[in-house]
């Protein structure tokens, strides 16, 4: 059975930076596609980041230049460091994967998740 767990989110200060990571288990995690989303009260699921098991990588367009997604295969874990936080960064951030190398904004395509950690960034 495959378990995502995220860890790393808090409160931080506008301007500020955090690093979120998504722990796997029950599978190797390189052989997944896997993608941050966060949600904020009142608005959709957004896909912040994407990776594929090439490597490859995507960006949302309002965190590009600012988040970077990551994997280390040796720990089975993803990362998104975030940097330069603004408050409308504030949400929950969820991680998702799939078998498929799908790395998009389709939720439905991601198999699995994580329960979510809460980001708040103040001003």
């Known amino acids: 059975q495959v378990q995502l767990v995220e860890s790393g989110g808090g409160l931080v200060q506008d301007g500020g930076s955090l690093r979120l990571s998504c722990a796997a288990s029950?599978?190797?995690?390189?052989?997944?596609?896997v993608g941050w989303y966060r949600q904020a009260p009142g608005k959709q699921r957004e896909l912040v980041a994407g990776?594929?098991?090439?490597?490859?990588?995507n960006y949302a367009d309002s965190v590009k230049g600012r988040f970077t997604i990551s994997r280390d295969g040796a720990k089975n874990t993803v990362y998104l460091q975030m940097n330069s936080l603004k408050p409308e960064d504030t949400a929950v951030y969820y991680c998702?994967?799939?078998?498929?190398?799908?790395?998009?904004?389709?939720?439905?395509?991601?198999?699995?998740w994580g329960q979510g950690t809460q980001v708040t960034v103040s001003s």
């Open positions: 029950g599978t190797i995690f390189s052989f997944l596609a």
């Open positions: 998702a994967a799939n078998p498929s190398n799908y790395a998009g904004s389709n939720p439905a395509m991601y198999h699995y």
């Open positions: 990776i594929r098991s090439s490597g490859s990588t």
